[in-house]
T-cell receptor, first 116, second 113 residues
Framework: AQKITQTQPGMFVQEKEAVTLDCTYDTSDQSYGLFWYKQPSSGEMIFLIYQGSYDEQNATEGRYSLNFQKARKSANLVISASQLGDSAMYFCAMREGNSGTYKYIFGTGTRLKVLA | DTEVTQTPKHLVMGMTNKKSLKCEQHMGHRAMYWYKQKAKKPPELMFV???????INESVPSRFSPECPNSSLLNLHLHALQPEDSALYLC????????????FGPGTRLTVL
């Protein structure tokens, strides 16, 4: 069964607008971590934001915020004030396992295009 | 220093060649990972070296073999590869603790002829 689901293969957003990238997950663990990564065409994976399952507040990092709804098992990424440089592939990932043997599972990604 | 370095950046090899990919981190992380990523697909975990213990994705063929000379280095040895092994190979490291995010290197673009 797919553990990380990103239902939007591609998204467009106008420059300076906000955009939400969807991510739902499936796990039976009580303790887990959720991550978002950005991958430009150069290929490097850039860490954006992290949300722990026990964190009560939604994570924020600059223009990135994570809308965490634990009961619905969703962890959507919100990018505010989009910039042309935000055009990239975005992956949602979940860390599962036990301390010392963590593994990371990635969703299929959403390709975001910011329009001038 | 939050950098993971990978060498080489690009590699072209024939199916009979033996080559190695190198990954290095100096963040004191105890877990290192190799991923394979095909175009327009998510990274696929190949190997994890965590606290000196190797975990293998069972679907990875034996023509790929990892080696961890020390806690800062993780090599990936390649032998008798197939054209379908052409991909971006990403290395990552993490603290191995509950809240440690992965830091990725820039990747090696491998082409097998």
């Amino acid at each position: 069964a797919q553990k990380i689901t990103q239902t939007q293969p591609g998204m467009f957003v106008q420059e300076k607008e906000a955009v939400t990238l969807d991510c739902t997950y499936d796990t039976s663990d009580q303790s887990y971590g959720l991550f978002w990564y950005k991958q430009p065409s150069s290929g490097e994976m850039i860490f954006l934001i992290y949300q722990g399952s026990y964190d009560e507040q939604n994570a924020t990092e600059g223009r990135y915020s994570l809308n965490f709804q634990k009961a619905r098992k969703s962890a959507n990424l919100v990018i505010s004030a989009s910039q042309l440089g935000d055009s990239a592939m975005y992956f949602c990932a979940m860390r599962e396992g036990n301390s010392g043997t963590y593994k990371y599972i990635f969703g299929t990604g959403t390709r975001l295009k910011v329009l001038a | 220093d939050t950098e993971v370095t990978q060498t080489p950046k690009h590699l072209v090899m024939g199916m009979t060649n033996k080559k190695s990919l190198k990954c290095e981190q100096h963040m004191g992380h105890r877990a290192m990972y190799w991923y394979k990523q095909k175009a327009k697909k998510p990274p696929e975990l190949m190997f994890v070296y965590s606290y000196e213990k190797l975990s293998i994705n069972e679907s990875v063929p034996s023509r790929f073999s990892p080696e961890c000379p020390n806690s800062s280095l993780l090599n990936l040895h390649l032998h008798a590869l197939q054209p379908e092994d052409s991909a971006l190979y990403l290395c990552a490291s993490s603290s191995g603790l509950r809240f440690g995010e992965q830091f990725f290197g820039p990747g090696t673009r491998l082409t097998v002829l």
